[in-house]
């Protein structure tokens, strides 16, 4: 007896042994994937502050551009992505938020419901200038939107929408079974359970979602270059149905399109420094919020 018990005694520490070992590589895995992650952005950054900051002053952040754009300042192109920007939040939140209620509180998991969540995924992969194809013929076009803050929150708004669903999905799976169980046994609908208690415990998650989508709708160019921004303008828009300047679209004419490439070179960094610090500031202010929700939970 002694004998197999020694025997069991080795082939645990073996397996125990084993079993630490894969664990302590993948760890160590984990930990390289998310330090050269953190490295690539900390490059990033330090490059765009180098070649970028000489150009940030009161006057850059302040001023209209002029002069072929070689003078002047950003301040219509941060004004136009902060438009577009929460538009699209706007728009895809309460969508986002709807449909993963469906999804997963009330549709009769089958066959469609697999269809539609593939067809979210497979949204999800769309380039943004298929969206920016989209809007032109549908929004501006069809709707006659013309080129506008509308068309091109709609555009970013639908764009964004995946990622709403999916994290919304995922922080109504989060919520305990037992939460629904005792709302309806004291005698509450499906609804004043979702409404009162569900959605409370899920919405500090699902702000997740819309971080990500607003770092997404902050960036992009492909989709608003043919339903929102315009190469230049000095004005700042008056309603929905104005064009706007937007950083990245800005980026993008001063690399490729200006008259002066090399002139602006400081500015394409400087501008691109800014959109940065827009889209760290807007995920900050969303990650404060949603931890206080957290805290009242």
């Known amino acids: 007896m002694s004998d197999n018990q020694n025997h069991t005694e080795i082939v645990f520490k073996k397996s125990s042994l084993g079993r630490n070992v ?44 002029r002069e072929s754009m070689t ?13 577009l920007s929460f538009g699209a939040i706007a728009i895809s939140m309460p969508l986002g938020i709807g449909s993963a ?9 089958g066959l469609m419901v697999r269809l539609i969540r593939f067809a979210i995924n497979n949204l999800a992969g769309v380039p943004s200038v298929v969206f920016g194809l989209f809007g032109l013929a549908f929004f501006v076009t069809w709707m006659n939107l013309d080129v506008s ?30 939460y629904r169980e005792a709302s309806l046994g004291l005698g509450a609908t499906k609804w004043q359970t979702i409404y009162r208690v569900v959605l409370p415990a899920a919405f500090p998650s699902m702000i997740t979602g819309g971080i990500l989508s607003l770092s997404r709708a902050a960036g992009e160019t492909a989709a608003i270059m043919f339903t929102a ?26 690399a490729t399109a200006g008259t002066n490439i090399e ?22 202010i969303a990650i404060v919020y949603r931890s206080r929700l957290r805290k009242r939970r």
Request: one cysteine or more; a neutral charge.
């Open 149 to 178: 803050i509308a068309s091109g929150a709609l555009v970013l708004g639908f764009l964004s929408l995946p990622l709403v669903i999916g994290s919304s999905e995922e922080a109504l799976r989060s919520v305990p079974a037992t």
């Open 71 to 83: 003078k002047g300042g950003i301040m219509p192109c941060i004004v136009g992505t902060a438009y």
């Open 263 to 284: 002139q602006t070179r400081h500015l394409q960094y400087g501008t691109s420094l800014v959109l940065i610090a827009l889209v760290l500031g807007m995920n900050l």
């Open 101 to 109: 209620i469906y999804l997963n509180e009330y549709a009769r998991q």
């Open 229 to 254: 921004a315009v190469y230049f303008n000095t004005q700042l828009p008056e309603s929905i149905f104005d064009p706007v300047m937007a950083l990245p679209y800005h980026i993008y004419v001063l």
């Open 22 to 65: 894969k664990e302590q590589a993948f760890f160590t895995l984990f930990r390289g994937a998310a330090l050269i992650n953190a490295l690539a952005l900390l490059i990033v950054i330090y490059f765009l502050v180098k070649n970028g900051w000489s150009a940030i002053t009161w006057d850059f952040l302040t001023e209209a551009p």
